[in-house]
């Protein structure tokens, strides 16, 4: 949440976050400095009802509230009116709610842009999946740094691999056959092209069956 605070504002920008860095009066320099933020809301989150737009329950919208905070620090720490949108995402079922300074964009916007952030999410997800950064060489900043920019490098270069060759094979076989073939001395389109054999029902010729000895 600290991290707020080193963050150099737009205006006019929109800043997505989840529910963990809710400091209103963090939030509150937001609205000061004129740009936007969309952040997951709480469910114990103290507020009083404005005003309220209708919304197309069929996009997933449940409700569009113009709210002010009622807590007796969270009314002083932003003391103007917020935006609290509700959404059911389709695919997941699970409900959101969102708070946002924007009172202009249309609800199911703002829930849109805050389902963009999960696809940033998804990706650093994959690349402590399959390029498995479990641990950190260094504990400086430039260290972690450098360790997640050279796996982001890994990531881009073995896509452009992909793309360039149009391989049909996933992103993490193409990973896997770059890791036990190093330091072979086999052309790559060769090692990426080769068929992954599976194992045979059949034995074989030269294999002694148990039940025969």
């Not at 113009?66 to 609290?84: E, H, M, N, T």
């Not at 389709?90 to 946002?100: G, Q, V």
């Not at 691999?161 to 190093?182: C, D, G, M, N, T």
Request: charged share 25%; hydrophobic share 45%; aromatic share 14%.
């Amino acid at each position: 949440m600290n991290a707020l605070d080193d963050l150099v504002l737009e205006p006019g920008a929109f800043y997505i976050m989840d529910r963990g860095y809710i400091d209103f009066a963090r939030l509150y320099t937001f609205t000061q400095e004129m740009a936007f933020f969309v952040i997951r809301g709480k469910r114990n989150l103290d507020f009083a009802r404005l005003a309220y737009r209708m919304v197309d329950k069929s996009t997933g919208l449940r409700s569009d509230q113009k709210i002010v905070l009622k807590g007796p620090k969270s009314s002083k720490d932003y003391p103007v009116a917020l935006r609290r949108i509700t959404y059911v995402d389709a695919d997941t079922k699970r409900r959101f709610t969102f708070l946002t300074n924007n009172m202009t964009l249309p609800a199911l916007t703002i829930a849109r842009l805050y389902k963009c952030r999960w696809q940033v999410e998804l990706f650093f997800k994959w690349i402590k999946q399959h390029l498995r950064i479990k641990a950190f060489y260094g504990t400086s900043q430039n260290a972690v740094k450098t360790q997640v920019w050279i796996a982001i490098g890994v990531y881009v270069l073995v896509a452009i691999v992909k793309k360039e060759l149009k391989l049909e094979r996933s992103l993490y076989e193409i990973l896997q056959i770059l890791s036990v073939a190093l330091f072979e001395k086999t052309p790559i389109f060769e090692a990426l092209a080769s068929p992954i054999y599976q194992n045979e029902d059949t034995p074989s010729c030269n294999q002694l069956a148990l039940f025969d000895l």
